[in-house]
């Protein structure tokens, strides 16, 4: 059994986690003012000191709100423009929803640097296209799967890498909060909603500490209060064959104060446990502190340290995805873990998980 860790020693390995960032900032061009340019995106470049130079949006007067409000210099009512505002060196960075991606790539130069939302179209076929387009005009392209950079989740990154946790066995994702989806006007007539718009963080999360799972078990079903909508609620096992238990479970709609709510993801391994809170969901888009805490195997007193945190999801991640991509760009970063052709299997998997809901469990044999 090894020696214990002290609090003190467990808070020095979290120190290390930060998010990636470029040794030149360069200026950023976001096309799409909507509500998460505003509570994240501005706010974390902000933060980093990434200069945002301009904003398109076709909603009359949307851009140049929001330019005021965050002292960004111009403001334009088209893409067109505003591409051909950007000079050579820009990073585009697109927040629109997923079925106008397809509509604003082709207007950017070859070879662009672009960060474009989660998710990556809406269905497998368009993040195909969105795929092959970036290949042939030759983008240095990323999806922004903020997730991925939450500063709790790079300070279990860096226990796991510390060999905290030991040979991973276990991994749950619940969420069981209020989402009120009636901020995204989008969403109203959305074939596909919890695993495409919200769950995808998950899966796309699972595949960073694990990779491609072999398979997929999933259902994802209506909520009654919202029968207008697509499904809200969802049940994913992810097979990494008889030794990994890995599954994702979120309801949306748990419409009864905040006694039950719960948002948070937990491994479990040979070396110890870590659990993170992802605070956002309980109270979204303001949120509540996200958190980690870690459980070492072999404490006789059993004790889970709260470990410190360098910031929240909104906005700290999205430094993250914009530090990685602007780093791989300048070569300063080898590799780029949310390139759009890793994202495109993101999509494969939330692909694999609407047809596995669909296609339906095992039947009975009553007999
Ligand atoms: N990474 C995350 O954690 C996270 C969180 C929330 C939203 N998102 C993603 O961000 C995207 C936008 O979400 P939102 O909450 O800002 O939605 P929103 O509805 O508040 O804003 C969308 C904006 O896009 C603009 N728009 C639509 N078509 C456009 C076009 N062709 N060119 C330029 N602008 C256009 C709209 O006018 C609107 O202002 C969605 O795809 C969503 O999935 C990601």
């Known amino acids: 059994m090894p020696d214990l860790l002290t609090q003190a020693q467990l808070i020095e390995i979290v120190k290390a986690a930060h998010p990636p960032r470029p040794k030149l900032a360069r200026p950023i061009v976001i096309i799409g003012a909507g509500g998460i340019v505003r509570s994240a995106h501005l706010p974390a470049y902000a933060k980093a000191g990434f ?40 990073v585009f960075d697109i927040a629109v929803p997923a079925s106008q991606l397809l509509n604003i790539l082709p207007l950017l130069p070859v070879g662009a640097v672009v960060l474009m939302q989660k998710p990556m179209g809406e269905t497998i076929e368009e993040a195909r296209a969105i795929r092959d387009l970036c290949r042939a005009r030759k983008f240095t392209a990323a999806v922004n799967f903020s997730l991925r950079y939450s500063p709790n989740n790079l300070a279990a990154v860096e226990l796991y890498k510390h060999g905290c946790l030991g040979e991973l066995s276990d991994m749950e994702v619940q969420t069981r909060t209020y989402t009120p989806w009636q901020l995204w006007s989008f969403l109203a007539t959305a074939p596909r909603l919890e695993i495409l718009y919200h769950s995808i963080h998950y899966l796309d999360l699972v595949r960073s500490w694990f990779g491609n799972p072999r398979g997929v078990y999933c259902k994802t079903v209506r909520n009654p209060q919202t029968p207008q909508l697509a499904p809200t609620r969802s049940a994913i096992v992810l097979d990494y064959g008889d030794a990994k238990r890995v599954f994702i479970a979120t309801n949306h709609s748990h419409d009864f104060g905040d006694r039950y709510q719960r948002s948070f993801a937990e491994w479990e391994g040979t070396g110890g446990a870590a659990r993170i809170t992802l605070g956002l969901n309980l109270d979204y888009p303001k949120g509540k502190q996200d958190t980690l805490e870690y459980a070492q195997r072999g404490d006789a007193e059993k004790i889970w340290h709260a470990l410190p945190v360098s910031g929240e999801n909104f906005p700290d991640a999205f430094i993250g995805t914009m530090g990685a991509l ?27 998980c609407y047809r596995s809901s669909e296609n339906g469990g095992e039947a009975l044999t009553l007999e």
């Open 326 to 352: 602007q780093a791989f760009a300048e070569g300063s970063a080898a590799t780029l873990p949310s390139h759009f052709e890793d994202a495109f299997q993101t999509m494969a998997l939330v692909e694999a």
């Open 51 to 90: 200069p945002v130079i301009g904003i398109a949006d076709p909603a009359p007067g949307k851009a140049a709100a929001l330019a005021a409000e965050f002292d960004v210099p111009f403001s334009f009512t088209n893409t067109e423009e505003a591409v051909a505002f950007a000079p050579a060196e820009a």
